[in-house]
């Protein structure tokens, strides 16, 4: 709608005008709109005023009428203007009282997941004994989870562990051990380093396995590290994260990617030895596989096995959390059940 000078200004008009004017006036929602608005309408060159001037201009038999009519509607515009609801709102939300007495809002607290509170534990006695920590992919690749660790095809050990392949030569990776290849590849020996993660592995759920969990891979590669030192290191770790007095029991095992191999279990934490229903009345708790990194896996990643020797090693982290809590059942872990997880 314009204030043209052809404008017929009749009655009709006049209804129009109102509508128009009142649409408007309800999608006003700031000052700038408001702004807008007033000039249009109200203004010197506005709608309204152009309107009244041109009272004299209606012919003489409807000029009474018109003229009321006209007044009207400017005042009822201007009503309408001036108590529009977006100012009352606007200055309503500024007076929205302050009462620092109010009660506040609850912020719930979480807390780190059981695993990762052991999983924390276990790297900061690591960290504290000069180890770094590393990381790698889940989704890996045939040649970093197997071949690179002398697993290649066909071997028999592929069979101890079940896994996800995602393509011919892409899996989820069923170890950590993976991650002492990229290490590696990446940085010279000295290495002292810890690799934390998720591992995949398809067996059958149960009460005692999952197809996923979590491991720490060890790896300390230098010149003369003998099995000593990880026996040493090992030792350590298992007194402070355990019990100062833990004894260990070292039995020969094997895994393709270290040689010697070795299986180690550590006194029961709960009866000292004596025997319960944690340690399955033996006295003692598996929990970790090590062993001397094999050459051909220092050969894959390209260091010098002439020069240098090392040792790995690999904790899971179910275990562990499952015996130092007493939970029955692992699949707890992964069913974040708040009436579980808040336990810890
Ligand atoms: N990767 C082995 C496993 O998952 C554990 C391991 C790691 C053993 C490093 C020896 C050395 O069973």
């Known amino acids: 709608?314009?204030?043209?000078?052809?404008?017929?200004?009749?009655?009709?008009?006049?209804?129009?005008?109102?509508?128009?004017?009142?649409?408007?006036?309800?999608?006003?929602?700031?000052?700038?709109?408001?702004e807008q608005f007033r000039i249009k309408y109200l203004g010197k060159k506005g709608i309204i005023r152009s309107l009244l001037k041109s009272i004299p201009n209606v012919p003489e038999d409807q000029r009474k009428e018109f003229g009321a009519l006209s007044n009207k509607l400017r005042s009822d515009i201007e009503e309408q203007f001036n108590a529009a609801p977006w100012r009352s709102a606007e200055k309503a939300d500024h007076r929205i009282p302050l009462d620092p007495g109010l009660p506040g809002y609850p912020f719930p607290r979480g807390s780190l997941h059981a695993l990762m509170q052991i999983r924390n534990e276990i790297r900061d006695i690591f960290l504290s004994m000069g180890f770094t920590t590393a990381y790698g992919p889940e989704v890996e690749s045939d040649f970093y989870n197997f071949e690179a660790l002398n697993t290649p095809e066909y071997h028999p050990a592929r069979d101890m562990q079940d896994t996800f392949y995602i393509s011919d030569k892409m899996l989820l990776r069923t170890q950590t051990s993976p991650v002492q290849i990229r290490v590696m590849e990446k940085q010279k020996p000295p290495i002292r380093s810890i690799m934390p993660g998720r591992v995949y592995r398809n067996e059958e759920i149960s009460s005692r396995s999952y197809c996923l969990f979590h491991q720490i891979e060890g790896l300390y590669v230098d010149e003369n590290v003998s099995f000593a030192d990880l026996k040493g290191t090992l030792l350590a770790f298992s007194r402070r994260f355990f019990d100062e007095k833990t004894k260990l029991k070292i039995r020969p095992s094997f895994f393709p990617f270290t040689e010697p191999s070795v299986e180690?279990?550590?006194?029961?934490?709960?009866?000292?030895?004596?025997?319960?229903?944690?340690?399955?009345?033996?006295?003692?708790?598996?929990?970790?596989?090590a062993g001397m990194v094999h050459p051909?896996?220092?050969?894959?990643?390209?260091v010098d096995s002439e020069k240098y020797t090392g040792f790995a090693f690999g904790i899971g982290i179910e275990r562990i959390a499952l015996l130092k809590f007493g939970?029955?059942?692992?699949?707890?872990?992964?069913?974040?059940?708040?009436?579980?997880?808040?336990q810890f």
């Open 296 to 302: 051909n896996v220092f050969k894959s990643a390209g």
């Open 327 to 342: 939970i029955e059942d692992i699949r707890l872990f992964y069913e974040n059940d708040l009436r579980f997880l808040k």
């Open 1 to 34: 709608m314009t204030s043209d000078s052809d404008t017929a200004y009749t009655i009709q008009y006049l209804d129009q005008l109102r509508t128009d004017a009142e649409k408007e006036l309800k999608s006003i929602h700031d000052e700038a709109g408001a």
């Open 264 to 289: 180690i279990d550590v006194e029961c934490f709960l009866c000292k030895g004596s025997g319960c229903s944690i340690c399955k009345k033996t006295g003692w708790l598996e929990v970790l596989g």
